[in-house]
Nanobody
Framework: QVQLVESGGGLVPAGGSLRLSCAAS????????MGWFRQAPGKEREFVAG????????YYADSVKGRFTISRDNAENTGYLQMNRVKPEDTAVYYC????????????????WGKGALVTVSS
């Protein structure tokens, strides 16, 4: 079992940067692939970025490629999403996932989930 807690959300101006953190309980986090999903108001939850259990490979949605960077520090049981050059359409609740899908499978149905962190991008 893995418990996940997101932090670092908030209000950020368009073009700015924000870093989300995902703190996981226990050392077992290092055995799981992890990722970030987001859900905007009135929309379905969608894949944003993923990373393999050892950090060897990363994956990104086309909408965030070149702007967001996913990383992890298994020694600290923490995952990160660095968000640069944010856009108003990035506004959403961001969820951390462990043990879920990686591309080409991006359906947000499996694994463990945090409760989300709200990111609001102002114009």
């Amino acid at each position: 079992q893995v418990q996940l807690v997101e932090s670092g959300g908030g209000l950020v101006p368009a073009g700015g940067s924000l870093r989300l953190s995902c703190a996981a309980s226990g050392r077992s986090f290092r055995n799981y692939n992890m990722g970030w999903f987001r859900q905007a108001p009135g929309k379905e939850r969608e894949f944003v970025a993923g990373i393999t259990y050892n950090g060897g490979s990363t994956y990104y949605a086309d909408s965030v490629k070149g702007r967001f960077t996913i990383s992890r520090d298994n020694a600290e049981n923490t995952g990160y999403l660095q968000m640069n050059r944010v856009k108003p359409e990035d506004t959403a609740v961001y969820y951390c996932n462990a043990g879920g899908p990686l591309p080409p499978i991006t359906t947000a149905t499996s694994g463990y989930w945090g409760k989300g962190a709200l990111v609001t991008v102002s114009s």
